[in-house]
Structure formats: structure tokens, C-alpha cells
């Protein structure tokens, strides 16, 4: 779901069933506005004392989750926020209570999970839908977030968020951003092999998502990807060592 998605299903409200290792975000866990997870007035999670931070983003199929484990694999504090919301959607997760009152029992699994297939039909044919998940979801979201980064190691934090450009706020609460692309040709065929889903179901979340251009726009940095995972991995090694420097002050 969104405020960020991993490449399993991103939509305008990301829609995922997929997990990436190494990502905290726990099940069922009691959302409050402590002193990990403070908001401002208007709502917006504050998030902890200014560390150096990176936002990757990608449209779907890109491959936002395959370099983000590998920047994990580095070192870098990844804090992926379609793992948050998913776990606040799985079976006990703290957003259920609120969905079920929202839209029903019939957007519950039998295990007690959101029924992604049925709310994704629901969120693309149904504005008001869409808003309505958003208006649950995104400040549980916000404050995990916050409470990720605070217990947060590494040299630097790595957010993963899908729709970090169309959000409009993240270009503020993060130092760089870092967008993974690849042709939209390839972007289809990936999430056809990867999900089973027909063209025209992709090239409709991918219409809901900033163009490739604006991302492109937006970014500070860029990684390619549009051959093996193993050709990434230079380029990762490089920004890498870049987000090390820079987060230490002598970049």
C-alpha cells in the first residue's frame, strides 16, 4: 500500500503481498504519537533528529526492492515503507480494525488481512475509496515510519517509497533522492511475467504514478536498471560509498 510500495504492486494506494528481509515494520503493533513517532500540526509525522538520509523511488517493475536489499546488504538503514503498511494490513495489523469499519468485512481475508485484490479494484474505480484507505493509512504509516528511523542504525537511512514524487512532501525530509528506472516497455513486461497481470492492469497503475519523466526530474541520482541484477552492483557500491561520505561530512 502506499505511502510507499515495493515492486510487487504499486499503485496510487500501493497494493502489495510480497515482503523484502531486513525491513523493520511488526504486525499488530499499537499506533501512538510517543516520542518515536510525533506528529505536527497538520499531521505529519516528525521524523527523529536530522541524520542523513536518501529517498529511492521507482515506478513499478523497476526494481526499487532489488536495489534497496542491496544497499541493506552495504550497510545502509533501509526503511521501506510499503513493508509498513503491509504490516499494518496483514492479519492483527493495527489499520484493520479501521478498513473493516471503512468498507466492510468483505475487504477482509479469512485470516484477518486486507484483501488486496478486491481494495485494489475498489481504490481505481472509486476516488472517494481511495481517499478514504489514504485517510487510515498514511498517518499510521507517517508514525512507523518515524519509529523506524529513530532505531535506526547504519551511516545513513534509506527510505523506499514508491510514490516519494508525488507525495510532495519527502523532497524536504530527505538529503538526496534516488530514483531506479528502466524503459516503460520493460517495466511492463516485468510485472506481466512477475504478477500475472494483463497490460492494460499495468499500464493503469503505472498511469496513476508520477511519469518517468517527473521522476527523473526530481532525482539527484539514478540507477539503471534494465539488464542482470548483477550489473547494479557497481552502481550501488558507488552511491554507496558517495551516501558514506556525505553522511559523515566529508563527501
Keep these: 500500500m502506499q505511502a510507499g510500495g515495493n515492486d510487487d504492486g504499486d499503485m496510487t494506494i500501493t497494493i502489495s503481498s510480497t515482503t523484502a528481509a531486513g525491513i523493520p515494520a511488526a504486525a499488530g503493533t499499537t499506533i501512538t504519537t510517543d516520542a518515536a513517532g510525533k506528529t505536527d500540526a497538520s499531521g505529519e509525522a516528525v521524523l527523529p533528529p536530522r541524520r542523513f538520509s536518501v529517498g529511492l523511488t521507482g515506478g513499478i517493475g523497476s526494481g526499487k526492492t532489488t536495489v534497496a536489499n542491496m544497499f541493506a546488504a552495504h550497510g545502509a538503514a533501509v526503511i521501506d515503507t510499503d513493508l509498513i503498511a503491509h504490516a499494518l494490513t496483514a492479519p492483527g ?4 480494525p479501521a478498513i473493516a469499519a471503512a468498507f466492510g468485512s468483505d475487504f477482509v481475508t479469512a485470516t484477518g488481512a486486507l484483501d488486496r485484490i478486491r481494495m485494489r479494484t475498489a481504490v481505481f474505480s472509486d476516488a472517494a475509496a481511495k481517499k478514504r484507505l489514504e485517510s487510515i493509512l498514511h498517518p499510521m504509516i507517517r508514525i512507523e515510519t518515524a519509529r523506524a528511523a529513530t532505531g535506526a542504525g547504519g551511516t545513513y ?6 510514490l516519494l514524487v508525488e507525495s510532495g512532501s519527502w523532497r524536504a525530509r530527505v538529503d538526496r533522492i534516488l530514483v531506479v528506472d ?3 516497455a520493460l517495466q511492463v513486461a516485468r510485472v506481466m511475467q512477475r ?4 497490460e492494460a492492469e499495468v499500464l493503469a497503475i503505472m498511469a496513476a504514478q508520477a511519469s518517468r519523466t517527473a521522476r527523473l526530474a526530481a ?7 534494465d539488464g542482470d541484477a548483477c550489473a547494479l552492483a557497481p552502481h550501488v557500491a558507488r552511491l554507496h560509498a558517495l551516501y558514506c561520505s556525505l553522511a559523515r561530512g566529508t563527501g
Excluded: F, K
Design 182 to 184: 528502466c524503459p516503460e
Design 195 to 198: 504478477n500475472a497481470m494483463r
Design 219 to 225: 532525482a539527484d541520482d539514478v540507477i539503471v536498471n
Design 157 to 162: 537511512l534509506l527510505y523506499v517509497v514508491p
Design 93 to 96: 495489523g493495527a489499520a484493520m
